[in-house]
């Protein structure tokens, strides 16, 4: 079964530039449309980044030009540089494959405040 394990949380000021990892345990990593997601208390879960098997990159508006994905397919592991923070990021963040997996893991929590 896959495993995917998240850091790189905490609390940080706005306008902070924290780095999220992701490790995923599957020998197929590199073949999967892999994405962070975010879920802001009560609210739905939303897909923040996509990051295609070839590296193409997608965002919506809401975080265009402020956060960036990548991957490293040796290490079957995603990142999420994050920057700009607002207090509006505030959420759990997860990576999942895109479309998701029925598994999740436990996300990584990322509290903007001064």
């Known amino acids: 079964q896959v495993q995917l394990v998240e850091s790189g949380g905490g609390l940080v000021q706005p306008g902070g530039s924290p780095r999220l990892s992701c490790a995923v345990s599957?020998?197929?990593?590199?073949?999967?449309?892999m994405g962070w997601y975010r879920q802001a208390p009560g609210k739905q879960r939303e897909l923040v980044a996509v990051i295609t098997r070839g590296g193409n990159t997608n965002y919506p508006d809401s975080v265009k030009g402020r956060f960036t994905i990548s991957r490293d397919n040796a290490k079957n592991t995603v990142y999420l540089q994050m920057n700009s923070l607002k207090p509006e990021d505030t959420a759990v963040y997860y990576c999942n494959r895109v479309p998701g997996l029925e598994v999740w893991g436990q996300g990584t929590l990322v509290t903007v405040s001064s």
């Open positions: 599957t020998s197929i990593f590199s073949i999967y449309v």
